[in-house]
């Protein structure tokens, strides 16, 4: 109940602080690069426009993967950076299985200077548009 009164008195910097977390949200999530859809990466790599990169475990990656993609897992991408230095002038876009550990690998990579996005909602959102996936390496 306190809280609401709180809220209602201190009604501008209640407003001030929630403007002021989503900027931070939106800001963070910008520095993990923009989220793009299933259609548009399509579109992207037909037109050699970018590479996919994926970053589930290497095992998760074996039993389904996009046409194309590379693997280094999400663990791993600080010390294996050195294998995407002949893609720095291209976009990478990185997947993962639901879309929660792109954002961490997509910091790493733009720290570096790579243009990095990201599939919105990773495998699973590829798998719900009904887009095919290979098996193997």
Do not use: C
């Not at 996009?66 to 990478?92: D, F, M, Q, V, W």
């Not at 243009?115 to 095919?132: K, T």
């Amino acid at each position: 109940m306190d809280f609401f009164i709180f809220v209602s008195e201190k009604w501008f910097l209640f407003a001030l602080l929630i403007a002021l977390i989503a900027l931070f949200l939106l800001t963070e999530q910008n520095k993990s690069g923009k989220t793009i859809g299933t259609s548009e990466l399509v579109r992207m790599t037909n037109n050699d426009q970018a590479i996919v990169v994926d970053v589930r475990p290497s095992a998760e990656f074996d039993l389904g993967h996009i046409h194309g993609s590379r693997n280094i897992p999400h663990s791993k991408i600080a010390s294996r950076i050195a294998e995407l230095e002949k893609y720095r002038s291209t976009i990478i876009v990185l997947v993962d299985k639901l879309g929660q550990h792109s954002g961490g690998a997509g910091k790493v990579l733009s720290k570096e200077g790579y243009d990095v996005q990201r599939l919105r909602g990773g495998i699973s959102e590829w798998q719900g548009a009904s887009l095919p996936l290979v098996t193997g390496k």
